[in-house]
Antibody, heavy 116, light 106 residues
Framework: QVHLVESGGGVVQPGRSLRLSCAASGFTFSSYGMHWVRQAPGKGLEWVAV????????YYADSVKGRFTISRDNSKSTLYLQMNSLRAEDTAVYYC?????????WGQGTTVTVSS | DIQMTQSPSTLSASVGDRVTITCRAS??????LAWYQQKPRKAPKLLIYKASSLESGVPSRFSGSGSGTEFTLTISSLQPDDFATYYCQQYNSWWTFGQGTKVEIK
């Protein structure tokens, strides 16, 4: 059974940092690109970042470019999102998703709240 | 950037109704379009990919059509479990979602 489990969310002050993790199981993690997608409270879905299967290519939405870093550890089947210089508008549920061009498997999400 | 526009934003329907949701792209995306269903406090679930391919395990009452800039998601006979929000997503150039269509009980 393919499974993605996010963790690391919480309440953080503006300007601080947070690192999210996404643990994968049930498929060959090292063969697939992976995404982060977020959803602000009461809003729609926003693509955040993608990383290639081997970590050699990374792309970001303009809204997070220069502040967020996507990475992966294929030996641990884990995806990461390092979020620096957090802003109130980064408050959202963050989902990781398996890439098949479209996103065929999603985690349950982890909530990040940026507030003083 | 490619913009995705869904209509309507909200749709009121009854069990058994045929429901159609439209998604328009700001430029041609060929058939690189997916549809997702999301229920409150749950992760999105893939329904359709490549505009018309049904994801494994998804009921056959869901279907997708279109190419280029105009796409539709059709639910042939709405079931109680189908009341949810639906999103289209293009993956021709990066990834962009539509704003969502909430299907609610009439």
């Amino acid at each position: 059974q393919v499974h993605l489990v996010e963790s690391g969310g919480g309440v953080v002050q503006p300007g601080r940092s947070l690192r999210l993790s996404c643990a994968a199981s049930g498929f060959t993690f090292s063969s697939y690109g992976m995404h982060w997608v977020r959803q602000a409270p009461g809003k729609g879905l926003e693509w955040v970042a993608v990383i290639s299967y081997d970590g050699s290519n990374k792309y970001y939405a303009d809204s997070v470019k220069g502040r967020f870093t996507i990475s992966r550890d294929n030996s641990k089947s884990t995806l990461y999102l390092q979020m620096n210089s957090l802003r109130a508008e980064d408050t959202a549920v963050y989902y990781c998703a398996k890439n098949h061009s479209h996103m065929d498997v999603w985690g349950q999400g982890t909530t990040v709240t940026v507030s003083s | 950037d490619i913009q995705m526009t869904q209509s309507p934003s909200t749709l009121s329907a009854s069990v058994g109704d045929r429901v159609t949701i439209t998604c328009r792209a700001s430029q041609s995306i060929s058939s690189w379009l997916a549809w997702y269903q999301q229920k409150p406090r749950k992760a999105p679930k893939l329904l359709i990919y490549k505009a018309s391919s049904l994801e494994s395990g998804v009921p056959s009452r869901f279907s997708g059509s279109g190419s280029g800039t105009e796409f539709t998601l059709t639910i042939s006979s709405l079931q109680p479990d189908d009341f949810a929000t639906y999103y289209c997503q293009q993956y021709n150039s990066w990834w962009t979602f539509g704003q969502g269509t909430k299907v609610e009980i009439k």
